[in-house]
């Protein structure tokens, strides 16, 4: 299997396309459906060309390439990572044999949930951002968010390339499904919550990136993990790409705070809406509302779904082989959060099979606090004690165990009343959206940058900020 990818094909890839002509017909057939997809509800804003990188080889050295294109002319390609033909089973009833190349046929409805579930979050990004370029910072901002946009692009052809090869007339259907529904839509939104809320302003936007592109980083980590090998080696290569997005998130909100304490320290105040930076309490309500939507992705806390899917060996555990066990879990048990008969915020010994949705959160949780540790160093350089935090797991959350509960930022349960009351101290208002929406004004010219938020260190790929990242039309 070569690991450099083929341009000289109408969809560039690494996995032969060429030698099955079926296939490449029936992705060929699609191609037209997602260019029509990507001008329909992708980027609104009109650009010449932007400064991109595209995948020219999925092994180590120097896998990308960077130049300016035209985004509708990027390299939609079928990605994967390079085989191991010794790979076997890592967990789970069928654990140490060979890993399988094909979709075992007794597994087949849930391996295509997986797949459909993950394909439907990638689009579905796209369209919450289309509109984002009109109010970019800078046009080192423009290009990385151009950037996020065209990877998710990539990411919907890697699903509906699983689709189509491995799973016949159905996954055909399924890919023409993943451009139709649509994000926010009333008759068809997307499969998850999140992927249905809006990302109205470039605060969201990081916000977004940081956490919601941080699940992405643990559900692709779980896949990559699978028996079945096509999936695992595309979502290895994904992570590859992923992580360019979380760093988006994780800088972009360290030159927000940047730019606010800054402020803070030289008006003296907390209130700096007046001198054009966003208020450090609006930043915790637009954290506190997209860390628990993501914390939503996640499942619930216990899930036989997610039990049947490990006993399979279709979805793993984050860092399966370094874990200490038998990979197999059929006699393990795992503390996760409950409900207490007096219906105080409790915890509750479960079959760890059952519990791997809690499991794979957890890990979730410790990697999201340390972007707040990080922006919390921020303000403690410059002598601020005001701190940013990560909510409790009980706050705002609509699946899983808390559902049915309403908690504080704390984690006390308080009556439905007190939340109706209060959340407007904790989630953003529309006042908040409202200020934050009003700066967020284009700044387009080259090495300028909004008042909001600090330029970056660095520029992307060697380049400095004030290079021509995006030629706007
Ligand atoms: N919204 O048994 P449970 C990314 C459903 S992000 C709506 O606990 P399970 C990206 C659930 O489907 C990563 N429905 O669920 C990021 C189930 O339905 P059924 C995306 C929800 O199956 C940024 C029922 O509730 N990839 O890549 O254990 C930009 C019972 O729930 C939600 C994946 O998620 C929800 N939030 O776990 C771009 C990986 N949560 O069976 C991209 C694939 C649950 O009763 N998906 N439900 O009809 C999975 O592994 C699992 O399906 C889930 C849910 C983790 C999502």
């Known amino acids: 299997m070569p690991s450099a990818a083929d341009y000289t094909e109408k969809i560039p890839n690494n996995v032969d396309l060429r030698e099955d002509r079926r296939l490449q017909r029936a992705l060929e057939s699609w191609q037209p459906n997602f260019m029509h997809w990507w001008d329909a509800m992708g980027p609104t804003l009109p650009a010449e060309d932007v400064y991109l990188r595209t995948a020219v080889n999925v092994g180590r050295e120097g896998w990308a390439h960077f130049g300016h294109v035209a985004m509708r002319d990027y390299r939609w390609g079928i990605f994967l990572a390079e085989r191991d033909p010794d790979r ?7 654990k140490g044999e060979p890993a399988w190349q094909k979709v075992p046929g007794e597994y087949r409805a849930e391996l295509q ?24 910072p800078s046009l080192y901002d423009l290009r990385n968010l151009f950037q996020v ?11 509906v390339y699983l689709l189509h090869a491995y799973f016949g007339r159905e996954g ?5 499904e993943l451009l139709h529904r649509s994000s926010g839509s009333e008759d068809a939104p997307r499969i998850l919550g999140a992927f249905n809320e809006e990302t109205p302003d470039w605060l969201s936007f990081f916000m977004f990136t940081y956490f919601t592109d941080r699940d992405g980083k643990y559900q692709l980590g779980t896949l990559k993990e699978s028996g079945f090998d096509p999936l695992s080696r595309t979502c290895e290569f994904m992570l590859k790409e992923e992580a360019h997005h979380m760093f988006v998130g994780t800088t972009g909100i360290d030159r927000i705070v940047e730019r606010t304490a800054k402020l803070m320290v030289a008006h003296d105040t907390d209130e700096v809406g007046a001198c054009g930076g966003i208020p450090l309490d609006v930043i915790q309500k637009y954290l506190n509302f997209q860390y628990s939507v993501s914390l939503d992705l996640f499942g619930g806390e216990t899930s036989t779904n997610v039990a049947n899917y490990f006993t399979a060996g279709l979805k793993g555990r984050w860092s399966e082989e370094r874990r200490r066990d038998d ?15 007096d219906g105080q915020v409790g915890q509750a010994e479960v079959a760890a099979l059952v519990g791997l949705n809690t499991d794979l959160r957890r890990e979730y949780i410790s990697d999201c606090q340390t972007g707040v540790t990080r922006w919390n160093r921020i303000l403690a350089d410059v002598g601020l004690e005001q701190r940013l935090k990560l909510p409790h797991a009980a706050f705002n959350r ?3 165990v808390f559902a049915g509960v309403e908690a504080t930022p704390d984690g006390a349960l308080i009556p439905a009343q007190e939340w109706k009351r209060r959340m407007r101290e904790w989630l953003p208002t529309d006042v908040d959206k409202t200020y934050v929406r009003s700066l967020m004004r284009p700044v387009h010219e080259r090495g ?4 909001w938020i600090a330029p970056p260190r660095n520029g992307i790929n060697g380049k400095p900020f004030d290079y021509d990242y995006v030629h706007l039309v």
Request: negative net charge.
């Open 113 to 136: 949930r997986l797949i459909v579930i993950q394909g439907d979050t990638e689009p579905a990004s796209v369209e919450q951002q289309r509109n984002l370029g009109a109010t970019a």
């Open 327 to 341: 990979h197999k879990l059929t006699s393990e048990s795992i503390m996760v959060d409950a409900l207490t008969d």
């Open 172 to 176: 055909r259907s399924e890919a023409e």
């Open 398 to 400: 609509k699946v899983g």
């Open 448 to 451: 300028k940058i909004a008042a």
């Open 88 to 94: 076997r089973i890592a967990f789970g009833e069928h």
């Open 149 to 159: 946009n065209v990877e998710e692009g990539r990411h919907l052809w890697a699903m």
